[in-house]
């Protein structure tokens, strides 16, 4: 008499097979594949091409999702179920500049600089008025370097500090006025 051994992977997939058969005879439909899920969540807007997440959304408008049994963004799942993993170091970034949408197509990988210089290029970046820390205008700035009082003098006015009169004064800060 032989004794046939059985390997864990076989007896996993008989185990699956039963699974399935029992699923069947109970008419409960096939258990979808996280791609699947994924996919399910994602809403097309046509006029634009962008796949909006449907799932959580953080405040900043980024897409999350558990996958791997880790929490994800959800344009950096959709990259990896469509080309693979992400190197290391490397971020996934959108051509659409829109953070819900998951198209795969819209996403590019790039280096933090990348990331900082596609910012600037699209003119996103939150200098200036845009800063919500930001305690001048772009009118303060212009009295500010036409003023010719010192710095502390002008920085108590302003309420902030004489280095940051100065570099304004010498355009190393909010260089986009003049």
Not at 13 to 21: D, I, Q, S, V, Y
Not at 66 to 91: C, D, T
Not at 94 to 112: E, I, M, R, W, Y
Not at 144 to 151: N, Q, V
Request: include cysteine.
């Amino acid at each position: 008499m032989k004794i046939e051994y059985k390997t864990p992977e076989h007896i996993r997939l008989k185990a699956k097979e039963k699974a399935e058969l029992k699923r069947r005879e109970k008419g409960i439909k096939k258990k979808k594949t996280f791609k699947e899920n994924f996919k399910d969540r994602c809403f097309p807007i046509t006029e634009t091409g962008c796949f909006i997440w449907m799932g959580y959304i953080q405040k900043n408008g980024y897409g999350q999702v558990f996958m791997n049994g880790k929490l994800n963004r959800a344009h950096r799942a959709s990259w990896e179920i469509e080309y693979g993993a992400i190197p290391h170091s490397m971020n996934v970034l959108h051509k659409c500049d829109n953070p819900s949408c998951v198209n795969p197509a819209h996403l590019f990988l790039g280096t933090q600089a990348d990331n900082m210089r596609d910012m600037n290029n699209k003119n996103r970046e939150s200098c200036g008025e845009k800063n919500i820390h930001s305690k001048l205008t772009k009118e303060n700035i212009l009295a500010i370097r036409a003023d010719s009082r010192g710095s502390t003098i002008i920085a108590k006015q302003y309420a902030v500090t004489a280095p940051t009169i100065w570099a304004i004064q010498k355009y190393k800060t909010w260089k986009k006025v003049s």
